[in-house]
């Protein structure tokens, strides 16, 4: 069964970098697109960006400038780097599982909330 | 930029009773790229349809979803006491993937 252990800083100050890596544990790295998503407080789900095993990323336009998603596939590892953050950018923050064909998110990480705060 | 929007924001219903969610694309998305996730405060989304119709795995068969093009729906046929919570569709018809604001199922 394919898990999603993520983990990175939670509490960082305005025009700091966001640093957040997901494990991938029980499953095949390739094949998939593997996801970020995240959760401003009271607001809805919105999708970050991915990257497939070969580097290959897409990005959400808003956050383009911003977002850099990187895989370190003999660790099975993805990791996301949001820079310049402001208050905008405290959410939790999820990576997921996307299939490669239908689009859908069907493995998810726990969640790490993330706080930019002065 | 593919706009989904969902209705009612907020469904009050109790245990027992039908749940029909709805999700309008601003543009035509195929069946295949469209999914709906149910979302519970402190927990990850989790996938309950995925091309429009199809449940995913572990799923209970009171859900079930239909639709295509620029509408599709959600149906709880009979609400379960754990079956309160968010609701999101999603495309990925044409990039970015986006989700819908979500539909609140309460107890009432």
């Known amino acids: 069964q394919v898990q999603l252990h993520q983990w990175g800083a939670g509490l960082l100050k305005p025009s700091e970098t966001l640093s957040l890596t997901c494990a991938v544990y029980?499953?095949?790295?390739?094949?998939?697109?593997w996801s970020w998503v995240r959760q401003p407080p009271g607001k809805g789900l919105e999708w970050i960006g991915e990257?497939?095993?070969?580097?290959?990323?897409n990005y959400n336009p808003s956050l383009k400038s911003r977002v850099a998603i990187s895989v370190d596939t003999s660790k099975n590892h993805f990791s996301l780097k949001l820079s310049s953050v402001t208050a905008a950018d405290t959410a939790v923050y999820y990576c997921?599982?996307?299939?490669?064909?239908?689009?859908?998110?069907?493995?998810w990480g726990k969640g790490t909330t993330v706080t930019v705060s002065s | 930029e593919i706009v989904l929007t969902q209705s009612p924001g907020t469904l009050s219903l109790s245990p027992g009773e039908r749940a029909t969610l709805s999700c309008r694309a601003s543009?035509?998305?195929?069946?295949?790229?469209l999914a709906w996730y149910q979302h519970k405060t402190g927990q990850a989304p989790r996938l309950l349809i995925y091309?429009?119709?199809s449940m995913a795995t572990g799923i209970p068969d009171r859900f079930s979803g239909s639709g295509s093009g620029t509408h599709i729906s959600l149906t709880i046929s009979r609400l379960e006491p754990e079956d309160f919570a968010v609701y999101y569709c999603?495309?990925?018809?044409?990039?970015?993937?986006?989700f819908g604001g979500g539909t609140k199922v309460e107890i009432k």
């Open positions: 543009q035509s998305v195929s069946s295949s790229y």
């Open positions: 997921a599982r996307k299939d490669y064909f239908y689009h859908y998110m069907d493995v």
């Open positions: 091309g429009a119709s």
């Open positions: 990257i497939n095993h070969s580097g290959s990323t």
């Open positions: 029980g499953g095949s790295f390739s094949g998939y697109y």
């Open positions: 999603q495309q990925y018809g044409g990039s970015p993937l986006t």
